[in-house]
């Protein structure tokens, strides 16, 4: 059972415009949510968290949206930027548990 | 500081074989997770040590996976009798153990069985 979708395989923006990246789970338990960036050939790296407590967290270009009630969240990026070409993964966790559920990433490719 | 860093960065081997991967975390960081991601497929969870408590090894597949953590430091996952569907990017991140806390991910382990 995959508690943590990401739908969206693949994504392709022009520079400039603005990514939506979106992610849905299913336990409503998940109070903590974070956004990775993943780079060919290297770990991922944290870009942004949102707590349950919160509807949005912004970040620079970055900003995600928490929807509660939907059991969704997206991570917005404006303007996009070719670096910001990589595959993206959304976690979640339980307060507690330390054990984090990550999606199966949706890969961006923003056009110059 | 130095990151989390892992090695072999890759590996191949034959099938039946075993094989050590290492991870060595952040210093200061309690927690210290094993991820595995195969082609085209998301981070699954493999195991999670925190502190001097019981690891948590929901994760691990079967029986041929293990890990230590060893001072609460450096971690080493053991995968014995290696099989084909064993191949995957296995990826260590440590974090301050706080629930919800930033992981912090190594470059990964690139492993082939043959």
């Known amino acids: 059972d995959q508690q943590v979708k990401q739908n969206s395989p693949s994504l392709s923006v022009q520079e400039g415009r603005i990514s939506i990246l979106n992610c849905d789970y299913t336990n409503s338990m998940f109070d903590y949510f974070l956004w990775y960036k993943k780079y060919p050939a290297e770990g991922p790296t944290f870009l942004i968290s949102?707590?349950?407590?919160?509807d949005k967290n912004e970040d620079g270009r970055f900003t995600v949206f928490l929807n509660k009630s939907a059991k969704h969240l997206s991570l917005h990026i404006v303007p996009s930027q070719p670096g910001d070409s990589a595959v993206y993964f959304c976690?979640?966790?339980?307060?507690?548990?330390?054990?984090?559920?990550f999606g199966t990433g949706t890969r961006l490719k923003v056009l110059a | 500081g130095a990151g989390v860093s892992q090695s072999p960065s890759n590996k191949v081997t034959e099938k039946g074989k075993d094989v050590e991967l290492r991870c060595d975390p952040i210093?200061?960081?309690?927690?210290l997770y094993w991820y595995r991601q195969s082609l085209g497929q998301g981070l699954e969870f493999l195991i999670y040590?925190?502190?001097?408590?019981?690891?948590?090894k929901s994760g691990l597949p079967s029986d041929r996976f293990s890990a230590e953590r060893t001072g609460g430091s450096v971690s080493t996952l053991t995968i014995q009798r290696t099989q084909q569907e064993d191949s995957a990017v296995y990826l260590c991140?440590?974090?301050?153990?706080?629930?919800?806390?930033?992981?912090?991910f190594g470059p990964g382990t690139r492993l082939l069985v043959l």
């Open positions: 210093s200061g960081h309690t927690a």
């Open positions: 040590f925190q502190g001097n408590s019981a690891p948590d």
């Open positions: 976690a979640a966790c339980t307060s507690g548990t330390y054990k984090y559920i």
């Open positions: 991140a440590s974090s301050l153990g706080l629930a919800g806390d930033v992981q912090y």
């Open positions: 949102i707590s349950s407590i919160k």
